[in-house]
């Protein structure tokens, strides 16, 4: 390795909320091994607000994606200079990512490539084997001497936010429980046993559920009356930052799989999380221990809201 102490490292990662939180613990030993070295991130704009959250992190810069896709090496090199180290974090080969971490000029650059040598990377790396995203990644530092650890960090510094809806069950015991219908279709659980879970709980007592959905969701004023008549609080959080503080303040949490679950643990909230017949945990599951996975082989949308009550029950009432 040419550069034993590079002085600018950049990392490029791509796509949604979960490839990012999935990237931490490599960011996290990339720190360890250069204390003194400046981290940058390049990524999409979920992926930068996340990355500005990390102390780990020096500077955040959003992937520039044009429509013709050509542009995207020349216009995200300003982005890239000067760093002496660049690493295209995904899980796979990708020409597009590797043509902007070749543009970079950077003399030392690993990525995933299924040919050796390659015309992108000084240091391509033979693709993974079916494994967690979190360790195919770790691979990703092998030329560095950096070794995959026992237990991964997810290190972030959410920003506190002011809303008084934070305060959804202050002043009570009551445990809080946050539901999402984010993704919820016809392969997750249907929205009529979610009624029925959340009528069961609220007659358990010592409970206050929140129910929480994107702003730019549709739900029907049917289904708003009928989960405010419960007494349900509602939640349309304006960004991720309360999405995050949301997830602190409560005492468990209902999902299906996606970036919110991989959120959870950042915030170690309790989850019971939903999975579709082909979703793959061995490879985007949570990592963390207060998560519980829900994969019936007879289907998600097959399990009987008993079923459901006696699985949260167990993990975190």
Same mark, same amino acid.
């Given at each position: 390795?040419?550069?034993?102490?590079?002085?600018?490292?950049?990392?490029?990662?791509?796509?949604?909320?979960?490839?990012?939180?999935?990237?931490?613990?490599?960011?996290?030993?990339?720190?360890?091994?250069?204390?003194?070295?400046?981290?940058?991130?390049?990524?999409?704009?979920?992926?930068?607000?996340?990355?500005?959250?990390?102390?780990?992190?020096?500077?955040?810069?959003?992937?520039?994606?044009?429509?013709?896709?050509?542009?995207?090496?020349?216009?995200?090199?300003?982005?890239?200079?000067?760093?002496?180290?660049?690493?295209?974090?995904?899980?796979?080969?990708?020409?597009?990512?590797?043509?902007?971490?070749? =543009?970079?000029?950077?003399?030392?650059?690993?990525?995933?490539?299924?040919?050796?040598?390659? =015309?992108?990377?000084?240091?391509?790396?033979?693709?993974?084997?079916?494994?967690?995203?979190?360790?195919?990644?770790?691979?990703?530092?092998?030329?560095?001497?950096? !070794? !995959?650890?026992?237990?991964?960090?997810?290190?972030?510094?959410?920003?506190?936010?002011?809303?008084?809806?934070?305060?959804?069950?202050?002043?009570?015991?009551?445990?809080?429980?946050?539901?999402?219908?984010?993704?919820?279709?016809?392969?997750?659980?249907?929205?009529?046993?979610?009624?029925?879970?959340?009528?069961?709980? &609220?007659?358990?007592?010592?409970?206050?559920?929140?129910?929480?959905?994107?702003?730019?969701?549709?739900?029907?004023?049917?289904?708003?009356?009928?989960?405010?008549?419960?007494?349900?609080?509602?939640? !349309?959080?304006?960004?991720?930052?309360?999405?995050?503080?949301?997830?602190?303040?409560?005492?468990?949490?209902?999902?299906? &799989?996606?970036?919110?679950?991989?959120?959870?643990?950042?915030?170690?909230?309790?989850?019971?999380?939903?999975?579709?017949?082909?979703?793959?945990?061995?490879?985007?599951?949570?990592?963390?221990?207060?998560?519980?996975?829900?994969?019936?082989?007879?289907?998600?949308?097959?399990?009987?809201?008993?079923?459901?009550?006696?699985?949260?029950?167990?993990?975190?009432?």
């Amino acid at each position: 390795m040419s550069v034993i102490n590079p002085q600018r490292i950049a990392i490029i990662r791509r796509n949604r909320l979960g490839d990012m939180i999935c990237t931490l613990p490599l960011i996290h030993a990339l720190r360890n091994r250069f204390p003194q070295t400046e981290i940058l991130v390049v990524s999409d704009s979920a992926g930068c607000e996340l990355a500005r959250w990390s102390p780990e992190v020096s500077q955040v810069h959003l992937f520039k994606n044009f429509f013709l896709k050509f542009l995207n090496p020349w216009m995200n090199k300003s982005s890239l200079k000067g760093a002496d180290l660049v690493i295209a974090a995904k899980g796979g080969f990708d020409r597009g990512v590797a043509k902007v971490v070749c =543009a970079s000029g950077s003399p030392i650059r690993i990525g995933f490539d299924p040919h050796s040598p390659s =015309a992108y990377y000084s240091h391509p790396i033979p693709l993974p084997d079916y494994e967690h995203q979190i360790k195919t990644l770790f691979r990703l530092l092998l030329p560095l001497g950096i !070794e !995959e650890p026992q237990e991964y960090c997810f290190n972030l510094t959410i920003p506190s936010v002011d809303s008084s809806f934070l305060n959804w069950g202050c002043g009570s015991d009551k445990k809080k429980i946050l539901i999402t219908l984010t993704c919820n279709r016809g392969q997750y659980w249907p929205l009529e046993n979610y009624f029925q879970l959340i009528d069961r709980l &609220e007659k358990m007592g010592g409970i206050q559920v929140g129910v929480m959905k994107r702003p730019e969701e549709t739900l029907s004023m049917e289904i708003t009356e009928r989960l405010r008549s419960k007494g349900v609080a509602l939640f !349309e959080p304006s960004s991720l930052a309360v999405v995050a503080n949301l997830l602190k303040s409560a005492d468990g949490f209902i999902s299906p &799989e996606g970036g919110l679950v991989h959120l959870a643990a950042c915030t170690e909230t309790p989850t019971v999380v939903l999975w579709r017949p082909d979703g793959v945990i061995q490879k985007w599951g949570s990592k963390s221990k207060t998560h519980l996975d829900l994969q019936p082989s007879c289907g998600i949308e097959n399990l009987s809201v008993d079923a459901m009550l006696d699985q949260i029950q167990g993990h975190f009432l």
